[in-house]
Each structure stands twice: as C-alpha cells, then as structure tokens.
C-alpha cells in the first residue's frame, strides 16, 4: 500500500504560479506511475497529467498543456505538479493518485490510491 498526501495548494491570482507535491509514504514508490486529477464544485474528476515509474514519459491534458508540468523525484517518494499562468477555470480541488499497474492514462479507474486533495482556487 501507499499513503498519499499533497499540499501546496492555496489562493493565488491568474497568471500567477503554484507547485503542488504529492508526498508517499509505504513502500516502493518507484513501483507505482502516478497521476494529478483536479475536481471542481458540481464537476466530475478530471485527469490533470500523468507519469510513468522512471519518470522518463508523462502524459498531459489538452487542457493544461504548455502550461503544466508533471515530475517526480524518486529518492525523495514524491510527485509534483508545477503550474503556471494558471486560469480562474483552473479552480479546482487537485488529487494525486497512485497506480500499481504502472498505466498513466486519463481514467481515475486506473489508479488504486487517492490522497485527500489541496485546494486551488485562481482568482480573476
């Protein structure tokens, strides 16, 4: 199993930038590719960006590309999310996820473990 806990969330103004990590604790991180998704009041979950256990390949959506990025730094069991020139449509609650299978892909079936979520709310 893994734990997963994020943070670095907060309120901040268009154009502005956040990082987000996901820290994970159990064990072997390494093993398992990991994902952001974001959910907004009334909206479903969305997949965010997603990569694999070496880190060598990611996955992003349409939506933030360009703009996002994922990374993660093995050695320190964790995941991050750089965001900038972030939206006020980039309001949301964003999760990190773990998938044991190794997939990073855009569907929240395929991740095993969720973290509670950090906010972020842009303001216009």
């Known amino acids: 199993q893994v734990q997963l806990v994020e943070s670095g969330g907060g309120l901040v103004q268009a154009g502005d930038s956040l990082r987000l990590s996901c820290a994970a604790s159990g064990r072997s991180f390494s093993s398992y590719s990991m994902g952001w998704f974001r959910q907004a009041p009334g909206k479903e979950r969305e997949f965010v960006a997603a990569i694999t256990r070496s880190g060598r390949s990611t996955n992003t959506a349409d939506s933030v590309k360009g703009r996002f990025t994922i990374s993660r730094d093995n050695a320190k069991n964790t995941v991050y999310l750089q965001m900038n020139s972030l939206k006020p449509e980039d309001t949301a609650n964003y999760y990190c996820?773990?998938?044991?299978?190794?997939?990073?892909?855009?569907?929240?079936?395929?991740?095993?473990?969720w973290g509670q979520g950090t906010q972020v709310t842009v303001s216009s």
């Open positions: 996820a773990a998938s044991s299978v190794g997939i990073y892909g855009s569907s929240p079936r395929g991740y095993d473990y």
